[in-house]
């Protein structure tokens, strides 16, 4: 059985709706791809986000250096040495995580198909992972676009992540 990953836009959402997303879901760890982990929802800028979450007992991990968007083309930045490390970091503590609970990734654009998420997602589903969109409460899409949709060879990846 393939283990299991969400993904998460915060968008225009209340604070006490995105909480009770991640608890309904069993989230006890997010992390956030957002390349400048800022606001204008005061609660969803980087400190506040992570106090909120510790309160709550649900871990934060900042990856956006790595894997934030807002590049010129997220797919050429793919195959980059930064790229490859941020998936690397990604994989290991997914695979630490999701032994006690689900690990959550967290960007601003609610609507996955328009965020760099999608990339993201395309990749773990290539390497066996079952991707979840969750779009809002109760709402969720199962992610199903493998990395050739986007004209990228998985072998290339599953090789240079194969000592995740």
Wanted: with cysteine; aromatic share 14%.
């Amino acid at each position: 059985m393939a283990e299991i990953i969400y993904t998460i836009g915060y968008d225009a959402r209340e604070l006490e709706e995105f909480l009770d997303i991640l608890e309904k879901y069993s989230i006890g760890l997010v992390i956030d791809v957002r390349r400048w982990p800022k606001s204008r929802f005061q609660y969803y800028s980087r400190g506040y986000l992570e106090n909120i979450l510790a309160s709550k007992n649900i871990g934060y991990i900042w990856l956006g250096k790595e894997l934030g968007g807002f590049r010129g083309g997220y797919i050429e930045y793919m195959v980059s040495k930064e790229f490859i490390n941020g998936a690397r970091r990604l994989l290991k503590i997914v695979k630490e995580v999701n032994s006690k609970h689900f690990s959550c990734i967290l960007c601003r654009e609610r609507i996955p198909w328009r965020c760099h998420r999608r990339f993201l997602a395309s990749l773990l589903y290539s390497l066996g992972y079952k991707v979840i969109h969750i779009i809002g409460l109760g709402h969720v899409v199962e992610h199903n676009y493998p990395l050739e949709h986007y004209g990228l060879d998985p072998k290339y990846f599953i090789e240079k992540l194969a000592n995740a």
